[in-house]
Each structure stands twice: as C-alpha cells, then as structure tokens.
C-alpha cells in the first residue's frame, strides 16, 4: 500500500474511533430519504447497511436507464451524477461506502454491529479489509461486471477481450482471500462486517456471470460467498420489489 493510501486508511480509522466514542445527535426524526435505482449496485451496498440495522427509509428512483442522473434536477442533488445519495435532515451524504459508515456510526448500537467501535486493533484489521476491497477487488470486479453484466442491461455487447485480460487480476485477489478464509470465517473476523458487506454489490452481478467459477473454484471463497449472500438484509437491499413496493406505500 502507498503511504498515501496508508495515511488516508489511518486517518480514516482514527476518525471513525473518536465518532464512536463521542456524543452525537440522533439521527433525523422523520428517517432517511434515499436517491437511488433498485439495480444499482451502489444502492445496494447502502441499503444493505440500512436493513442490517432495521431502520426504514423513503425510496426516490433515479432512473439510470433512461438517463435522469444527467439531468439538472437531480445534478442539483449530487453533481456527480451518481446514486446513492442521502438525505437526514438537512445532511447530504454521497458515495455508498460513506453512506454505509454514516449510518453504522449512527446507530452503532441498533441490529448488526458492522464494525467493532471498541477496539482499535480490531477496527483497524476491519478498515484494512474495507480498504482492500477498494483497492484491490473492486477494480478489476466493476470492470468485470460492468462488461458481463451491466453492458447487456444497455444493449451494448461484452469485450470478452477485456474479460480475459480482467480476470487474472480478480483471480490475485481471490488467492489472497482463500488464504484468509482458511483461518477466519470472514475477511476481517469470526463475525460478518462491514467489510464482507462492501464486497456484495459486484459478487451479486457476478455470480451470474462466467466469472463466478473463480469464486466457486475455491472452496473457502466459495464458502464465505454462500455466507454473506444468504443474509437477508441483502435479499432485501438487493430485490427491487422490495424498493417499488415502499415507494408504493409511502405514495398511499
């Protein structure tokens, strides 16, 4: 890791340790209201997080498809253009990774404990396993699925070139993962994290690829894929039924 990104991963965790040992105000009374499309996989890293707590929220679709993250009156919200985006109260949050920490933070004592706000050791070995799925899985995993799974939602036709030359990298992350996964039930711990959490969005697309023989051709990675995708917070974050169906309630 550059010591550019060990300064930010350091810098990162002691931020996250004095929230969790500091006074904070509740969340907004009326709940959180999410910008996001029910086949995002930004979204559903987000919304995972939300269920793993059991807090509810108010649906805005921004339709990725028909290209509404491009127009002003969404550009106005995030300028980015990119879903999810979060409203509590007057607080506006991007970047579903953010999000996902915001809200474990907040209610750090509520359903799931994502991360361990107790210990520095363990928090630290938790956020270098957050890190790592940044840096290292998730490049070569959103290419990947953006070529196998993403381009045929549009129309567009797979570069099998680019798959080929993708995988290989995956696959160096994944040796690494089997490794760690003789020893520990999870990435970070013996217990589910935020870190497994932020892995689920691209294995979700992948796993209906060819790719999925790399996850399935290793036995603890495979293991550990079963795990985490059988949660049913995940179920939940990622079935698009369950985004138009609460939208449909909060319009009655």
Known sequence: MSSFRLLVTFSLMMMMMAISNAPFALPHKEGYKIYGFPYSASTWRALA???EKGLSYDPITINLRTGEQKKPSFLSVNPFGQVPVLLDGHLKLTESRAISLYIETAHRSRGT???NHKNYKKMGTETMWMYIESFQFDPPATILTFEQAIKPLTGLKTDYKVV???EPQLEKVLDVYEER???SRFLASN???MADLFHLPNIQYLMNTTTK???ENR?????WVAKIMARPAWKKAC????WDGKKKNNEN
């Open 164 to 166: 080929n030359e993708t």
């Open 191 to 193: 217990r589910f994290t």
């Open 49 to 51: 997080v939300i269920h």
């Open 181 to 183: 996964l003789k020893k």
């Open 219 to 223: 036995p603890n990675v495979h293991r």
């Open 213 to 215: 023989r790399l996850f």
């Open 113 to 115: 404990k994502l991360l």
């Open 239 to 242: 079935d698009p039924n369950a």
